[in-house]
């Protein structure tokens, strides 16, 4: 079982709808959780940290996070073509270095 | 302010030649990260560093590679012999305080090993 699991997709939305993207991680202790925009040619960008369970909101982003199911996932409410990108949930396994899911690649039709 | 910097943007080799990787983490922050990221493996960790002191570099491939910080202020990762299948865009990485923290990265090396 792979320490971060992203499905590839890609998750295709359309203009205005939300796009949901969902993290499963292995280990249990893991404290600290981060999602990564990445558009295509470019580096990843820091979009949302979360830390304890439930809702974290900020702009058209929420991050939720469940430590018993070991899921944290991603919303993009009113989804626009500049959310097209790929993006990457990251954990650091018992505080160890940071591990990046394989990352999910959205696509917003107008 | 300045995010992280890396130079150069693009480096083209031959296949033997020593390729040279910089890079000037955000001021302030103690920690620095290298990657490298490649379509059939997406972004590994190479190396990371607290303090200037090199701290996990078990994602380092093999000898060929190896990686500086001399200061808090500048790295180097350093490929000699290059390899054709050491073509990757590398990206650096700093954060403010270890590897649970939010990361920053620069705007990556895409290096190509012909």
């Known amino acids: 079982q792979k320490e971060v699991e992203q499905n590839s997709g890609p998750l295709s939305v359309p203009e205005g709808a939300i796009a949901s993207l969902n993290c499963t991680y292995s280990?249990?202790?893991?404290?600290?959780f981060f999602w990564y925009r990445q558009y295509s040619g470019k580096s990843p960008e820091l979009i949302m940290s979360i830390y304890s369970n439930g809702d974290k909101e900020d702009g058209r982003f929420t991050a939720q996070l469940n430590k018993a199911s070991q899921y944290v996932s991603l919303l993009i409410r009113d989804s626009q073509p500049s959310d097209s990108a790929t993006y990457l949930c990251?954990?650091?396994?018992?505080?160890?270095?940071?591990?990046f899911g394989g990352g999910t690649r959205v696509l917003v039709k107008p | 302010d300045a995010g992280v910097i890396q130079s150069p943007r693009h480096e083209v080799t031959e296949m033997g030649q020593e390729v040279t990787l910089r890079c000037k983490p955000i001021?302030?922050?103690?920690?620095l990260f290298w990657y490298r990221q490649t379509m059939m493996r997406g972004l590994e960790l190479l190396i990371y560093f607290n303090n200037n002191v090199p701290i996990d570099d078990s994602g380092m491939p093999e000898d060929r590679f190896s990686a500086k910080m001399p200061n808090a202020s500048f790295s180097t990762l350093k490929i000699q012999p290059s390899e054709p299948r050491d073509s990757a865009v590398y990206f650096c990485?700093?954060?403010?305080?270890?590897?649970?923290?939010?990361?920053?990265f620069g705007p990556g090396t895409r290096l190509t090993v012909t």
């Open positions: 001021s302030g922050h103690n920690s």
């Open positions: 280990d249990r202790v893991s404290q600290s």
């Open positions: 990485a700093s954060s403010l305080r270890g590897n649970s923290y939010e990361q920053y």
């Open positions: 990251a954990v650091p396994p018992a505080g160890n270095k940071l591990t």
